[in-house]
C-alpha cells in the first residue's frame, strides 16, 4: 500500500471544511451511540478522516448528502508529530554534525570530552573527537554544551490508520454524516431527595459520566433510560481493529453478554435464520409502529458539554416535587414443612422507608438515592438506598434505616394435630393447626403506619387484623399450599398490641 507522510493535524485540516456536530446517546451499560454531521473537502473524489472511530460490529454508518458513499476503507499512513524536548535524548538529533563538549560520568570522576556529534538516541551517542569515534552510552552524558543554541522542538514519525470515504461524485464541499455505537462514555444516575418538607420531597437527578472513548466538544448528551439490545457491542468492527480474520470470526462466535444459554450464539449470523420471524405470515400486510418514547427507551432532554478523552463530570437532569408517606415495614420469619416454628424472641428488624409517588412527566429510572434533610441551613443526612425504575404515576419505596423505636416480635403455639393425616413417597405427614402472636410497640411520638409481611406454606385461617391472603404458585412436592400473608395497621405513639392469627400446614413426621 503506498504510504504518505502527513501530519495528521493537517489530514484534518485538510479534509474537514466544518467542526463535526455531534449528538451522543449514553446507555448506563459503558455503550454510546454517536451522530456526527460534518463538512468534508473531496475535490479528488476521496476525503480523509485522522481517526478511526472505535466502532462496534454493525454499527458504522456513513451518509453523504447529495452523493453516495462507495466505499470506506482504512489506510495506513506515516505521522509526524512535533513537541518540546524534555531531555538530552530529544535534543540529541537536532544537535547532529554540530561541535559539542560532553562531560561525562567514568566511576567517581568526570572527563570532558569535545568532538563532532555523529549519532545519538535515547541509548547511545558517538562523538568525532581529535584521537577517533568514541561511542558511550547516552546515561554517562551529565552536560552537553554547543556553541549555538539547539532546536527544543522534537520530532518523532510513526504510522496511524486513517479512515478514507471514497464519493460517487467529486465535491469541493461534502456533507458528511457518521453513526456508530463505542464502547466507553457511560452514564451512572445519582438522586438526592430532600426530605426537609414533611410531605413533599424535592427530587433531583444527576448524572455522573466518564468519559474514557473519545474527546467531546459542544456535543449534545442524551442521556438514556431502558434496557438497550446491541447483540455484538462486545465486538469492534473490523474498520476499527487490526485483527485477522481467524481473530475476528472467533471473537464472533463466543457467547458473550450471557446473550444466549444455549449452543447456538451471535455467530449465527452466518448462517440464515427465521428463528424471530412472525408465524402468521399470511395475516395482511405488516405495519410499524413506532411509540412517542422512542419504543421502549426514554431519553432524557439534550444538552449541550465538552469533555475530554478520559474525564469525568456531573450533569443536573430534572428536579421534581413529590408527594411521600413514611412506612415502617417488616418481614416475619418464613414457616414451611421443614421449619414450622417461628417464634422470634428478639426484636425483629423493622425498616424505616418512604414511599413516593412520581407525580412528572417523565421516568426515574434505576440509580443510587441519598436522602437528607435541611436543618439550621446544613444538609443532615439519613441514609442511602437504591431508587428503582419507576414510570410517572407510579410510587416507589426508598429505604430509610433499621428503625430501634418500632418493635416487632413473634410466638407460635400447636394448638391441635392431626396425626398421620397423610402419607406421601414414604412419608407421614400430620396436619397442624397453628395460633401465632404479633408483638407490636410503637416507641415514636407520632402515628406511624406498620406494613408487615410473611411466607406460609399452609392454609391461612383467621386473623382479628385484617389481611391479605394471596395463593402463591409452587412446585414443591409436599401438601401444603404456599401462602403470601400481609397486613397493615397504624400504630399510636407509645401503644402496644399484640395481632393473633392462625393457619394449618401439613409437616412431615
Not at 14 to 40: D, E, I, P, W
Amino acid at each position: 500500500m503506498k504510504k504518505s507522510l502527513l501530519l495528521v493535524g493537517l489530514v484534518l485540516a485538510l479534509a474537514t471544511r466544518s467542526v463535526a456536530q455531534t449528538q451522543v446517546a449514553l446507555f448506563k451499560n459503558g455503550t454510546s451511540f454517536y451522530s456526527k454531521n460534518l463538512t468534508l473537502e473531496a475535490k479528488q473524489g476521496f476525503a480523509q478522516l485522522p481517526q478511526v472511530p472505535r466502532a462496534t460490529f454493525g454499527t458504522f454508518w456513513v451518509g453523504a448528502e447529495g452523493n453516495a458513499v462507495r466505499r470506506l476503507a482504512t489506510e495506513k499512513v506515516a505521522r509526524v508529530q512535533k513537541r518540546a524536548a524534555t531531555g538530552l535524548a530529544d535534543l540529541l538529533p537536532n544537535l547532529l554534525g554540530q561541535k559539542v563538549s560532553l562531560v561525562v560520568a567514568l566511576g567517581e570522576d568526570t572527563q570532558t570530552l569535545e568532538g563532532t556529534l555523529l549519532a545519538g538516541n535515547a541509548a547511545l551517542l558517538s562523538l568525532r573527537t581529535a584521537q577517533g569515534v568514541v561511542s558511550l552510552p547516552l546515561g554517562q552524558v551529565l552536560m552537553c554544551t554547543s556553541a549555538e543554541a539547539p532546536n527544543y522542538q522534537h520530532t518523532t514519525t510513526d504510522s496511524a490508520h486513517v479512515l478514507r470515504i471514497d464519493f460517487a461524485n467529486p465535491a469541493a464541499s461534502q456533507p458528511v454524516s457518521l453513526a456508530y455505537l463505542q464502547n466507553g462514555l457511560s452514564w451512572v444516575p445519582t438522586y438526592r431527595l430532600d426530605l426537609t418538607d414533611p410531605q413533599t420531597a424535592s427530587v433531583a437527578l444527576f448524572a455522573e459520566v466518564l468519559n474514557d472513548a473519545e474527546g467531546l466538544e459542544n456535543a449534545q448528551l442524551n442521556f438514556v433510560v431502558g434496557v438497550p439490545n446491541f447483540a455484538y457491542s462486545y465486538l469492534a468492527s473490523p474498520l476499527a481493529q487490526g485483527n485477522t480474520v481467524e481473530m475476528f470470526i472467533n471473537q464472533l462466535n463466543r457467547n458473550s453478554n450471557n446473550y444466549y444459554s444455549g449452543r447456538m450464539g451471535r455467530a449465527d449470523i452466518t448462517r440464515q435464520s427465521m428463528a424471530n420471524l412472525a408465524a402468521d405470515l399470511d395475516d395482511g400486510d405488516a405495519t410499524t409502529t413506532v411509540a412517542g418514547e422512542t419504543e421502549d427507551l426514554y431519553f432524557y432532554p439534550a444538552q449541550k458539554a465538552s469533555l475530554p478523552k478520559g474525564g469525568r463530570a456531573f450533569f443536573p437532569i430534572l428536579t421534581a416535587k413529590s408527594p411521600y408517606e413514611h412506612v415502617y415495614e417488616v418481614s416475619l420469619p418464613a414457616a414451611n414443612e421443614s421449619s414450622p416454628r417461628a417464634d422470634q424472641a428478639e426484636p425483629l428488624p423493622v425498616w424505616h422507608s418512604i414511599s413516593l409517588q412520581n407525580t412528572s412527566s417523565q421516568p426515574w429510572t434505576t440509580g443510587a438515592a441519598f436522602l437528607s434533610r435541611q436543618q439550621n441551613g446544613h444538609s443532615l443526612p439519613l441514609g442511602q438506598d437504591k431508587l428503582t425504575y419507576t414510570p410517572p404515576g407510579a410510587k416507589v419505596k426508598v429505604r430509610l434505616t433499621t428503625s430501634p423505636n418500632v418493635v416487632v416480635k413473634t410466638e407460635e403455639t400447636e394448638t391441635t394435630r392431626k396425626e398421620a393425616g397423610k402419607l406421601r413417597d414414604g412419608y407421614f405427614y400430620d396436619l397442624v393447626t397453628v395460633e401465632a402472636k404479633i408483638q407490636l410497640r410503637s416507641y415514636k411520638s407520632e402515628p406511624i403506619k406498620l406494613v408487615m409481611d410473611r411466607y406460609v406454606e399452609g392454609e391461612p385461617l383467621r386473623s382479628d387484623l385484617a389481611w391479605k391472603t394471596d395463593k402463591l404458585v409452587s412446585r414443591q412436592t409436599g401438601y401444603s399450599l404456599p401462602h403470601r400473608l400481609g397486613w397493615e395497621t397504624e400504630l399510636k405513639p407509645g401503644e402496644a398490641r399484640t395481632v393473633t392469627y392462625s393457619y394449618q400446614m401439613y409437616v412431615r413426621r
